[in-house]
DNA sequence: CGCCGCATTGACGTTCGTCAAGTCTAGTGG
DNA sequence: CCACTAGACTTGACGAACGTCAATGCGGCG
């Protein structure tokens, strides 16, 4: 039922949306990359810059690091230097408690920043981990700071993606506490795919990079319950799912169970 | 058992903290409210400025706008203007999904600042609701990002404040997400007295703005849940309960319930 | 080819939600 | 001042949803 996964885009780990924005520099042999031709740039920089902001905007990015699968892009109790900008790959972020308990709190794909729960204290309080081989963006938030002092562009759109995290944290407050397992992993699935979607992917099908547990830890459920509750959709026909290729049959039939229409 | 309530300062609702700041301004006879002099100033405004920056710093608010008990300081949908600076008062913020469940996504108390969902959108994405009567201090965004181009304290101060709001919402996600009941409860007790005892209130006692029912909201519970759980704290000699009035007997005890200690 | 991590499935137990009855308290109005 | 009421809280009995434990299957990688 996946013979054709291969032809399709399907969220493929080596990922061949960025190399638009590689321009090699002879001079030097390096690759030069400038978020003023990067095709992420709608994702994570602000729009409606002039040329000569775009220039200046260039030089938030300091340098760029590559992290292996399963490796971490830092840790909890590490000194914050950076925002990030992930390139290529997909990460977990997670926090733990005293006592070794740890949730995933949340899940970063290509154009989304990473980093910013360490600007409070200067030192990260949660781990960013790579599930698969990762390129990111590093971006000292000294210098975020003063160009946006001069950017307003820029400023704005500081302020934009952290609120705009909280917002998305509001959310998976309201998923945690009030929605059953169903819901959850329905409210999952249409999260991941919509963001996959926006990238150029297919609305209807997608590689999941995490495990079961790690989709669990999110969801606040065990993997055995993500794993059954996987199973009840492919009975009903609304997903097919093989290990972590997952397609998505009736998009609608996810919208129901998240957001059940009520009748009375 | 709650006899000398009245003779300990226990969050009362008249909060008397405030009033040093209040400067009557002859010429006008107006109150005349300046951070520079408010005794919040070091739980909403950064530390160690010059007092030329002081003097600016006043300008970030507005104006000042009292709250009555029950009504919203601002609603899911409204256009974002603003944000708000606690000065007196109790504010609960929630969130609601389409098909009308909320969820209590924070509890808010003096010196703490609400409105950062709206920055995104330029919209409101949850309501804020005075669980008692209230005073805030209107912040204009567009005045506190013109002030914090020119003020790096401020800039950085209000960094780390949307920083603060995610980090804090990450352990919210790590309660709902891998805690059962009694931890949820006993965590919750013990973040509350905290914030209360760093503005001056009792560690061991406390007075409940809220009800059994937005407790339940905010930690994932049902309202009985809760208060089954306050019963067995008070049969376990952890804490004396009557009605909204808490003392905690023992503090040791919910943090071991917080943190089981592992012992194999 | 064999191993190991990941995933699935089943049986059973625990925790928490649901429903219902009853109590307490603060606030209201006579 | 007291009686009344509505909302908030407590408590019990029961059931559903999810967790736990254990056995088994599957696929990728050395």
Redesign the pocket.
């Known amino acids: 039922m996946f013979s054709n996964a291969k032809t399709v885009a399907v969220a493929p780990s080596t990922n061949t949306m960025n190399t638009a924005s590689n321009v090699i520099d002879m001079s030097t042999h390096t690759i030069k990359v400038a978020c003023s031709n990067c095709n992420l740039r709608e994702l994570c920089m602000p729009l409606g810059l002039s040329p000569a902001e775009l220039d200046r905007i260039d030089d938030v990015v300091a340098s760029r690091r590559k992290i292996k699968r399963g490796t971490t892009l830092f840790r909890n109790g590490e000194k914050f230097t950076s925002l990030y900008a992930i390139r290529t790959g997909f990460f977990k972020t997670c926090v733990a408690s005293e006592d070794g308990r740890d949730q995933v709190t949340g899940f970063q794909m290509a154009g989304e920043i990473v980093g910013l729960d360490g600007i409070v204290h200067e030192h990260h309080t949660c781990d960013a981990v790579a599930l698969e081989d990762a390129e990111v963006c590093v971006m000292p938030f000294e210098r975020i700071e003063e160009l946006s002092r001069e950017i307003n562009a820029l400023q704005r759109h500081v302020h934009k993606i952290m609120s705009r995290e909280i917002v998305r944290e509001h959310g998976v407050m309201l998923l945690l506490g009030s929605m059953?397992?169903?819901e959850r992993l329905a409210a999952f699935l249409l999260n991941l795919v919509q963001r996959l979607h926006a990238r150029g992917f297919s609305q209807h099908e997608l590689v999941?990079r995490m495990?079961?547990?790690e989709i669990?830890s999110y969801l606040?459920?065990?993997?055995?319950?993500?794993?059954?509750t996987?199973?009840k959709f492919v009975e009903d026909g609304i997903v097919e799912?093989k290990?972590?290729h997952v397609r998505i049959i009736n998009t609608d039939g996810l919208r129901e169970i998240v957001n059940p229409k009520v009748c009375d």
């Open positions: 059953r397992a169903e999941l495990t079961r547990e669990g606040g459920l065990k993997l055995e319950t993500v794993s059954r996987f199973s799912v290990q972590r």
